[in-house]
């Protein structure tokens, strides 16, 4: 007998929940290295409001080269094909319910125990910026963005409702469904005592800016430009594929910066562009590295060299946007540094050199939370605000019309 049991039902019962919510975030970012599963408990006051968010377990699942290349192909407009397109899909979500098991496993706890999924999915592309679409009275500016990965599988798979398609409703609100973690980033770092950056650098940057004695209103965030992304694949083109990242910066580390072409770069057109603003993959990737190898190859930059200063590109483009955007409004005491770019030292130790003095460049793990964990917890908390009935994005951030409930729900 077909149950009777309806979102609405899910939703009630989710809200008269007395106590605290057990929610598993799932992120795989534009880094293509694999999934971030956490599980945070999620406690409330009388009136329903975030208390306190607990990072109770944290699963790692890093994809195989295999699967990496298969997403990867479809974030290029050379080599993206629609049989790909919807096999990895469906396939994605098998990585997406493997980790939630694992996780539960690793936790010691049941299926029955999580209360839901918070699942972001795969962004393979991200568009942000309008283009007339044909309309039934005329062309209509549409942008977008899209996510893969099934929330039915997942939900089949692990026996547990899954909120997803996070970004969309940002964007159908006039927004650019980016940047979201800052929603959760005021309530896990925001200080009445001093302002601060919360600098996430995976495949792309992103900054959110914490000014201090601001309420939820005045957090202000962006798109920095390329994170990761450049440096990783000129390590993974110079290399032949034995390295996939630059290990600890130890490459750039023996190179030398051509600061000209650093300097060169920084007039990409992005970088001009005022928040609120977004970028990825289908602007800084294979073309854009392609492009950069040459500009390095023709200045006779060794492979060390060239490391060096797609590095400095990273620094430059992040110090460069708190230069223009946020240090002439607000004072910034500390950088905390998230993603895969906190374990590069080298990348840490660029970014401070070309800070003003006086602001301290550390990372998220010294305030508790791990480096890598910090969006998927982020995508955690915005499912709960989502199943509360709350809005989860900013539009002083995203460039919405208004704030907006996120996602839809899989039971």
Same mark, same amino acid.
């Given at each position: 007998?077909?149950?009777?049991?309806?979102?609405?039902?899910?939703?009630?019962?989710?809200?008269?929940?007395?106590?605290?919510? !057990?929610?598993?975030?799932?992120?795989?970012?534009?880094?293509?290295?694999?999934?971030?599963?956490?599980?945070?408990?999620?406690?409330?006051?009388?009136?329903?409001?975030?208390?306190?968010?607990?990072?109770?377990?944290?699963?790692?699942?890093?994809? *195989?080269?295999?699967?990496?290349?298969?997403?990867?192909?479809?974030?290029?407009?050379?080599?993206?094909?629609?049989?790909?397109?919807?096999?990895?899909?469906?396939?994605?979500?098998?990585?997406?319910?493997?980790?939630?098991?694992?996780?539960?496993?690793?936790?010691?706890?049941?299926? @029955?125990?999580?209360?839901?999924?918070?699942?972001?999915?795969?962004?393979?592309?991200?568009?942000?910026?309008?283009?007339?679409?044909?309309?039934?009275?005329?062309?209509?500016?549409? $942008?977008?963005?899209?996510?893969?990965?099934?929330?039915?599988?997942? !939900? @089949?798979?692990?026996?547990?409702?899954?909120?997803?398609?996070?970004?969309?409703?940002?964007?159908?609100?006039?927004?650019?469904?980016?940047?979201?973690?800052?929603?959760?980033? /005021?309530?896990?770092?925001?200080?009445?005592?001093?302002?601060?950056?919360?600098?996430?650098?995976?495949?792309?940057?992103?900054?959110?800016?914490?000014?201090?004695?601001?309420?939820?209103?005045?957090? /202000?965030?962006?798109?920095?430009?390329?994170?990761?992304?450049?440096?990783?694949?000129?390590?993974?083109?110079?290399?032949?594929?034995?390295?996939?990242?630059?290990?600890?910066?130890?490459?750039?580390?023996?190179? *030398?910066?051509?600061?000209?072409?650093?300097?060169?770069?920084?007039?990409?057109?992005?970088?001009?562009?005022?928040?609120?603003?977004? %970028?990825?993959?289908?602007?800084?990737?294979?073309?854009?590295?392609?492009?950069?190898?040459?500009?390095?190859?023709?200045?006779?930059?060794?492979?060390?060299?060239?490391?060096?200063?797609? %590095?400095?590109?990273?620094?430059?483009?992040?110090?460069?946007?708190?230069?223009?955007?946020?240090?002439?409004?607000?004072?910034?005491?500390?950088?905390?540094?998230?993603?895969?770019?906190?374990?590069?030292?080298?990348?840490?130790?660029?970014?401070?050199? !070309?800070?003003?003095?006086?602001?301290?460049?550390?990372?998220?793990?010294?305030?508790?939370?791990?480096?890598?964990?910090?969006?998927?917890?982020?995508?955690?908390?915005?499912?709960?605000?989502?199943?509360?009935?709350?809005?989860?994005?900013?539009?002083?951030?995203?460039?919405? $019309?208004?704030?907006?409930?996120?996602?839809?729900?899989?039971?």
């Amino acid at each position: 007998m077909q149950s009777t049991y309806t979102e609405k039902d899910f939703i009630l019962a989710y809200r008269a929940k007395q106590s605290d919510h !057990r929610v598993i975030g799932l992120m795989s970012g534009t880094s293509l290295d694999g999934v971030d599963a956490v599980l945070v408990n999620i406690k409330t006051d009388i009136h329903a409001e975030i208390e306190n968010i607990q990072l109770v377990e944290h699963y790692y699942l890093p994809y *195989t080269d295999a699967i990496r290349e298969k997403v990867a192909k479809l974030c290029r407009l050379d080599s993206a094909r629609i049989d790909d397109l919807v096999y990895v899909h469906f396939g994605l979500s098998e990585w997406y319910a493997q980790a939630v098991l694992s996780l539960i496993k690793k936790a010691g706890c049941s299926a @029955e125990e999580i209360d839901a999924i918070c699942m972001h999915g795969q962004t393979v592309w991200h568009a942000p910026i309008p283009q007339d679409f044909p309309g039934p009275s005329g062309p209509i500016p549409v $942008k977008g963005t899209l996510q893969l990965g099934s929330s039915a599988v997942v !939900r @089949e798979r692990t026996g547990i409702p899954v909120v997803s398609d996070l970004r969309s409703a940002d964007m159908a609100a006039g927004g650019e469904g980016a940047p979201l973690a800052p929603f959760t980033d /005021f309530q896990l770092f925001g200080s009445p005592n001093e302002g601060r950056i919360i600098q996430n650098i995976g495949g792309i940057g992103n900054a959110t800016v914490l000014p201090m004695r601001v309420g939820k209103a005045g957090v /202000f965030a962006f798109d920095t430009g390329p994170g990761n992304m450049v440096m990783d694949a000129v390590v993974e083109i110079g290399t032949k594929g034995i390295h996939r990242y630059d290990p600890e910066g130890s490459i750039a580390e023996k190179g *030398t910066v051509a600061e000209e072409l650093v300097t060169l770069l920084m007039q990409d057109a992005y970088f001009q562009r005022t928040p609120p603003k977004s %970028t990825g993959r289908e602007v800084y990737g294979k073309n854009f590295t392609k492009d950069f190898l040459t500009l390095a190859s023709s200045r006779g930059l060794s492979f060390e060299d060239s490391v060096a200063t797609a %590095t400095a590109f990273t620094a430059e483009s992040i110090t460069r946007s708190y230069k223009d955007f946020v240090l002439p409004h607000f004072s910034i005491a500390k950088v905390l540094v998230c993603g895969g770019g906190a374990l590069n030292p080298t990348l840490l130790h660029m970014i401070q050199q !070309r800070l003003p003095e006086g602001i301290e460049v550390t990372t998220t793990n010294s305030y508790g939370v791990p480096d890598q964990a910090r969006e998927a917890m982020a995508f955690a908390v915005m499912g709960h605000e989502s199943l509360m009935g709350r809005p989860g994005n900013l539009p002083a951030v995203t460039g919405a $019309k208004r704030p907006v409930v996120l996602g839809v729900v899989t039971l």
